[in-house]
Structure formats: structure tokens, C-alpha cells
């Protein structure tokens, strides 16, 4: 296929689906800039330097407070209240207040433990103002603006029915009636505590998952992705219905580094869709076989999605059991797709790609090999090693940007060019991870808080 036709139909969807598509300008630059100052704080929150330099500790709390104030703060400036539209000046001072609500967590840290869950109360102009139950407050409502606008309207109608029923618990049928909380009760549980919008989901979002986020952002904008689409394609590709086989295969690749199933249809559904279709299959059946082994491909290890983190810090397991159980029914899903896509292609009479239009097995394999090393380094120092799955990502990452330096200085005759494109790419795959969080982010505290809300209640 042309390839100028494969980069529109590409950057088309790019467009469709990247939540900075109608962002520009200034606007775009404070985008960026908030998005990698987010990504330097969660790379130095797990690496060694804060011990060895006794500098930029963070405990727990506090951490994910700042990790929420990014979500926030960019979701305000990327999400519009309405879809089509521009942000306006509301949403800049929304953006703020609900960064300051989470950074008040971090400044007065010690002053809430040392309180003990009393909500502070101050004397103003005669007034007694209560300044954390109004500052809580306008935090989990920003939050829940904020979930609407990134994840969608069902999941805030879940989590305010859970904090009606947390306050209202006595008005609810005996069998699962309680005494009700009062509203400062309530507050203070959702958000000066280290439960509930603060729990575990978050706690796994700023020690696990942006690093696995950012990795595959940094792979992708590497090149990744389009190395494993190739060597998928130089493998099965003259098969009978070979690209429907190299889908399958590309995308398990693919979801070894991206643990999105959406990413995962991005990059590899806009180069495999159309030779589906233009080798005999329908375009129902060239969707549906993309959307089914790009969807198995948040399930394939060692990236896998969100949920698997989540899992493994409710049951109380290391990351690497969830990946030692979860390989066995990722790479059944994925022979079962094979089997089903031959069978389709022999049932249609199809046959396999041309050798012109299929890569050099030897050399698209080698042409990419350097992209193997950091997911070696990840799966040696999990599985070998069996370090925390933080420790083994931070390490991962370090070793993809430095193998990609070296890569793109060898590639590059001038070493000045090699050094300006490297930065190029690691600043894009820096800003895309962080990026790509904003909605993670969100998730991980209003999808879990409707939970927690019933815990406090009862």
C-alpha cells in the first residue's frame, strides 16, 4: 500500500482520537510543559536519587495529592465542558483551584496527621471558617467534573449515588441501612485520608502505572511500534490471508510494550485494515479481527493494562504473579484469532501478500533489534531479578532512552543531527506518556471512590 496513503489515513486517526487535537499555540505549549514537569516528577518519585541524595522524598499521600493535581490541572486544560469547544477562562481557574485542593494535601501533611482526622476550623473576621471541610469539598467536586469530562457521565452518577448513600445510609433498606455520615465526616474520609479517592488505585497509578505508560509512549515514538507491524508482516505475511495473521501477530507484539487496546489499534489497525481489505476481506471482518487482537493485546505481558496493577495491590501479590498467570491465556487468545483468521481466509480463498510487498525477514528483524533491549532489561530484572515492578520499569526506561541515543547517533552521520533527533523524540514520547495518563489518572479515583464511599458508610 502507498505509504503516503498509510501516514494520512494514520495521522487522521491521530487527530480523531488525541485529547490535544484542538489545542494550539501558547495553549498548547502550557499543555506540554505541565505534561513534562508531571513525567519528571513521577521519574524522580521512583528512582534511587531522592536516598542517595537525602533530597525529594515524598511519602505516600502527599505523592499521589501531586500525582492528582497533574491529572486535574491538565484535564481542565485539555477537556472542554462541552465537546467542540474551546477552553475558556472558567476552566483555567477550575484547573488551578483543583490543583491547589490537591497541593494542600502536600504542604500541610503534618498538620493533618498530627490532627488526626479533625478538619481544621479557622476564626475569620468572627467567623468560623471551616477551611478544609469547604477546601475537601470543592476537591471531590472538582474531581467528579473532571471524571465527566475525561472518562464520561455514568461514572460520576455512580460515585455520587455512593456518597448520597454514604450520607443518606440511614433512609436505605435494612439490609444494607447504616447510621449515615456527617458531611465533614465524609469529607474528610474522601479526601484528607489515605483511603478512599487516595487509596490503593491511585497509589498504583503513581508507583506503577505512568511508568508503564510512558514507556510504551517512549517506545512508540521511537519506532517501536512500527518495528513489531514489520516484523509481524515478514513473518506471516505471505500466508494464506497473511495480513489478517500479521494483524493478530503485530498487535500481541504491540501489546507487549502498550497495554492500550486503543494504542494498539492506532498503531497497528491503520497499516493493517486496509491490506486486509484489499487481499479479500471484508471490511467488517478486516475491524473485527484488529479490534479483537488489538483489544487481547492489554492482557499480553509484560506491559499489560491498568487493571493488572490494581489486581495485584488488591490480592496481595506481586506484579510478576499476575504476568506469570495471565501468559498462558494471553497466548491461547491469540493462537485461537490465528486459527480463526485461517480458517476465514480458506473459507474466502485467499492467499497471501505478494514477495514484493513483504518485508525482508533478516533485516527488518535486525533493523530493529535494539528495540528488544529495554524489554529484555524489563523482563530480566521482573522475572530473573523479581524486583518491584516500579524498580523494574524505571530501570526499563532508562535503557530505552540510552539505547535509543545511541541509535539515533549511529544512524545519523552528524552527531549534532543524531543528538537534536534523539531529543526530539524523547521529549514527544515524554509529553505523549504524560499525556496519555491524564484519563488513567481520573479513573483511578473516581472508578474506585463509589467503593470506598460504601466501606465508609457501612
Not at 530493529?368 to 516500579?390: D, N, Q
Amino acid at each position: 500500500m502507498n505509504q503516503n496513503i498509510q501516514s494520512k489515513i494514520k495521522d487522521k486517526i491521530q487527530e480523531d482520537i488525541s485529547p490535544t487535537r484542538n489545542l494550539s499555540g501558547i495553549h498548547l505549549k502550557i499543555v506540554f510543559g505541565i505534561a513534562i514537569l508531571w513525567t519528571f516528577f513521577q521519574l524522580w518519585y521512583a528512582s534511587p536519587f531522592p536516598f542517595w541524595f537525602n533530597f525529594g522524598m515524598f511519602k505516600g499521600l502527599p505523592a499521589r495529592a501531586i500525582h492528582l493535581g497533574f491529572a486535574l490541572t491538565l484535564a481542565f486544560l485539555i477537556f472542554p465542558a462541552v465537546r467542540g469547544k474551546k477552553i475558556s477562562v472558567i476552566d483555567i481557574i477550575i484547573s488551578i483551584t483543583g490543583a491547589l485542593s490537591c497541593l494542600y494535601i502536600y504542604f500541610f501533611y503534618d498538620d493533618l496527621v498530627n490532627r488526626g482526622g479533625i478538619l481544621l476550623v479557622k476564626e475569620i473576621f468572627g467567623f468560623k471558617v471551616p477551611v478544609e471541610l469547604i477546601i475537601g469539598a470543592i476537591g471531590i467536586i472538582i474531581l467528579l467534573e473532571a471524571t465527566r469530562r475525561a472518562i464520561g457521565l455514568p461514572l460520576v452518577i455512580i460515585a455520587v449515588c455512593f456518597l448520597l448513600f454514604s450520607y443518606f445510609g440511614k433512609y436505605a433498606p435494612d439490609i444494607i441501612s447504616h447510621g449515615g455520615l456527617s458531611v465533614k465526616r465524609l469529607v474528610g474520609f474522601q479526601w484528607f485520608d489515605q483511603e478512599a479517592i487516595f487509596g490503593i488505585p491511585i497509589g498504583v497509578s503513581v508507583d506503577f502505572i505512568f511508568l508503564f505508560v510512558l514507556f510504551g509512549a517512549l517506545l512508540e515514538t521511537a519506532g517501536g511500534g512500527k518495528y513489531f507491524l514489520d516484523l509481524a508482516f515478514a513473518m506471516v505475511g505471505k500466508m494464506r490471508g497473511g495480513p489478517a495473521k500479521a494483524a493478530i501477530l503485530g498487535s500481541g507484539m504491540t501489546g507487549m510494550i502498550s497495554g492500550s487496546s486503543i494504542a494498539n489499534t492506532v498503531t497497528t489497525g491503520t497499516f493493517t485494515i486496509p491490506i486486509m481489505k484489499k487481499t479479500g476481506f471484508s471490511q467488517e471482518k478486516a475491524g473485527a479481527i484488529e479490534v479483537s487482537s488489538s483489544v487481547n493485546g492489554q492482557i499480553m505481558p509484560p506491559v499489560m493494562g491498568a487493571a493488572a496493577f490494581v489486581m495485584a495491590s488488591f490480592i496481595g501479590v506481586t506484579y510478576f504473579e499476575v504476568v506469570k498467570h495471565a501468559f498462558l491465556p494471553a497466548i491461547i487468545s491469540y493462537i485461537a484469532l490465528f486459527y480463526i483468521s485461517h480458517l476465514e481466509a480458506l473459507k474466502l480463498g485467499l492467499k497471501g501478500m505478494d514477495d514484493a510487498d513483504v518485508p525482508h525477514l533478516k533485516k527488518t528483524f535486525l533493523s530493529g533489534l535494539h528495540f528488544l533491549i529495554p524489554i529484555f532489561v524489563l523482563i530480566f530484572l521482573l522475572v530473573y531479578m523479581r524486583y518491584t515492578a516500579g524498580f523494574s520499569i524505571f530501570y526499563a526506561t532508562l535503557s530505552l532512552i540510552l539505547v535509543n541515543l545511541v541509535s539515533r547517533i549511529i544512524k545519523n552521520p552528524d552527531f549534532k543531527t543524531g543528538l537534536i533527533d534523539w531529543y526530539n523524540q524523547t521529549i514527544v514520547g515524554l509529553q505523549k506518556g504524560a499525556i496519555n495518563m491524564v484519563g488513567v489518572g481520573i479513573a483511578s479515583n473516581g472508578k474506585y471512590y463509589q467503593r470506598l464511599s460504601w466501606q465508609c458508610g457501612i
